[in-house]
């Protein structure tokens, strides 16, 4: 488990039990975080996330003869992937003002500062899930550039597919924000094809504005009207009448040959520190969509891979995974505050980058 609870023995203070209980025990909503689910967590002992990238099986039988020998088949090409893992982290600092202006939820003369620093711990593990699905959403997108040590490396490429309706053979012309004249049927059967012998079952996922985009398309809405989803059609949209989200899911299913679509609008807010605006982002872009197949039979899409860091596990004996540490820094200075640090050192790993498909559809 990525985000299994270990006391770190490190210099300073270490972090309270319930704050990393707080840590490590959160968990979302299976669909808060879905590529986390998709791509689970997996803990390394070596300072790089390596792996075997194997050849696909390939062929059938030969033509044999009872009395001849048969010529050996040459092996599955092999080839070793070495990725250098991201280091994400934040910090966190609760002030003694803090802690004396913090009152319990309910009432107002009695002051909280250890519930003030379990939301803290709470916040940190909100954004260790949130900054793992940004890196493995950007790694199924096409690359990711790491950064270590105050500097930035060379972007990684993954070596996925790229879809694109209005430049790819089989593609409808038109983006799909195009609402009268994309294909989006057209399109997905164009992208499902290029998983041929590559995956099976691909799955589709895109956002709450490219599904609009979907549920508005004359191209689906008219193809609704002529079969069994016609009871999903409701007035209104760009041009006239619009499909609900379930009813397009299931249209595609059956239109494409697709194993299933899913609008994941999940996202994180950012926050403007001199307006005081928060601006919501969304995991997977309004551009965007992605199609992801199965693996060959007994393997697997990818994973997430954690290196070991002294962060976690202390310097002696450095472990794999996320980490909370706190340092309180009111018994070393005047009117020191509590500092709460979060973060790990990991990377996605996709040993077969051909299952998946970033399409830009808008």
């Given at each position: ?42 803990e390394y002992k070596t300072p790089s996330i390596n ?128 609402l009268t004249q994309a294909n989006p049927i057209a ?176």
């Amino acid at each position: 488990m990525a985000f299994g609870y270990t006391m770190p023995s490190v210099q300073g203070s270490p972090a309270p039990l319930e704050l990393q209980e707080v840590f490590y025990e959160w968990s979302p909503n299976v669909d808060e975080y879905l590529f986390c689910q998709m791509f689970p967590g997996r803990e390394y002992k070596t300072p790089s996330i390596n792996f075997d990238l194997a050849g696909s099986p390939e062929g059938a039988l030969n033509d044999g003869f009872l009395d001849s020998t048969p010529a050996p088949q040459p092996g599955r090409k092999r080839r070793i992937i070495s990725l250098t893992p991201l280091y994400k982290d934040r910090l966190e600092e609760l002030h003694p003002s803090d802690a004396v202006n913090q009152r319990a939820l309910g009432a107002l003369d009695e002051i909280d500062p250890e519930q003030a620093a379990t939301l803290v711990a709470e916040e940190c593990a909100i954004a260790t899930w949130t900054q793992r699905e940004l890196d493995t959403i950007a790694a199924l997108s096409g690359s990711l550039t790491p950064s270590l040590f105050g500097g930035s490396g060379a972007p990684y490429s993954y070596g996925v597919q790229t879809w694109n309706p209005t430049s790819s053979a089989g593609g409808g012309g038109y983006l799909w924000s195009n609402l009268t004249q994309a294909n989006p049927i057209a399109d997905i059967i164009g992208m499902a094809l290029l998983l041929r012998g590559e995956g099976y079952e691909p799955h589709l996922f895109y956002n709450a504005r490219v599904g609009g985009y979907l549920a508005q398309n004359a191209a689906i809405v008219n193809l609704a009207k002529q079969s069994g989803f016609a009871d999903m059609i409701g007035p209104g949209g760009a041009v006239g009448q619009i499909m609900s989200n379930q009813g397009v899911a299931s249209l595609l299913k059956s239109f494409t040959g697709i194993e299933g679509a899913t609008c994941y609008d999940q996202g994180y807010k950012t926050l403007n520190r001199t307006t005081g605006a928060y601006t919501f982002l969304p995991f997977i872009a309004d551009t965007q969509c992605l199609m992801i197949g199965k693996a060959p039979r007994n393997q697997t899409r990818g994973w997430f891979g954690f290196a070991p860091t002294p962060n976690k596990g202390g310097l002696m004996t450095p472990q794999a995974g996320p980490w909370l540490r706190q340092f309180d820094q009111s018994s070393i200075k005047p009117n020191g505050g509590l500092q709460i640090y979060a973060g790990y050192y990991g990377i996605p790993a996709l040993p077969f980058p051909k299952l998946i498909i970033n399409g830009t559809v808008a």
